[in-house]
């Protein structure tokens, strides 16, 4: 069972910037993708951003250009630089990590982030 603990949230104003981590508790041997995925109040999950283990990376649309997804897979971890930050982008984002032999997927607790206008 491997477990991810989330971090770097917190509250930022408006063209603010956070990072956020993710830190697993276990290598993952075999092909992955890790992703960001985010949930505001009322609305339903969705992807922020994806890496595989070979550095591939996926962008949701509204955080092109503003938003980089990195991973260390010496350290377990990936990361999240969130830059020129807007009020959507305020929610509480989850990591996640999908394994595709057996598929599997696993989630962390979230880590709220907050951006006041």
């Known amino acids: 069972q491997v477990q991810l603990v989330e971090s770097g949230g917190g509250l930022v104003q408006a063209g603010g910037s956070l990072r956020l981590s993710c830190a697993a508790s276990?290598?993952?041997?075999?092909?992955?993708?890790v992703a960001w995925y985010r949930q505001a109040p009322g609305k339903q999950r969705e992807l922020v951003a994806r890496i595989t283990n070979s550095g591939l990376t996926v962008y949701a649309d509204s955080v092109k250009g503003r938003f980089t997804i990195s991973r260390d897979n010496a350290k377990n971890a990936v990361y999240l630089q969130m830059n020129s930050l807007n009020v959507e982008d305020t929610a509480r984002y989850y990591c996640n990590l999908h394994v595709i032999i057996p598929s599997t997927d696993y989630w962390g607790q979230g880590t709220q982030v907050t951006v006041s206008s």
């Open positions: 276990a290598r993952i041997f075999s092909i992955n993708y």
